[in-house]
C-alpha cells in the first residue's frame, strides 16, 4: 500500500502533497524539519490522505493534485 497525503502548514498556511509507503514516519520527517522542500513550514497538519496500491498509483495522483493546485483540489 502507498499513501497520497496533503499537509497544511500552521505557521504559513500552504498546502503540500507527497506520497509514501509509510505515512507516520513520514510526517514525522516533515514535522523534524529533515524534509528540505517543507522545513519552513513546521508545523505541518494532515488534511486529506488517499491510499493506492502501488507507488506508481500514488504517483500518478500526486501529479494529478498537484496540477489543479492543491487548495483546488480540497475545495472540490
Known amino acids: 500500500m502507498h499513501f497520497v497525503y496533503i499537509l497544511l502548514s500552521q505557521t504559513t498556511k ?6 509514501t509507503a509509510d505515512l507516520q514516519d513520514r510526517i514525522t520527517r516533515h514535522n523534524a524539519g529533515r524534509s528540505k522542500s517543507t ?10 490522505t488517499f491510499q493506492v496500491e502501488n507507488r506508481s498509483e500514488a504517483r500518478i495522483l500526486e501529479r494529478k493534485i498537484k496540477s489543479r493546485r492543491i487548495s483546488r483540489f480540497l475545495t472540490h
Open 14 to 19: 500552504r498546502y503540500y502533497c507527497g506520497e
Open 39 to 48: 522545513k519552513a513550514g513546521i508545523p505541518w497538519e494532515v488534511v486529506k
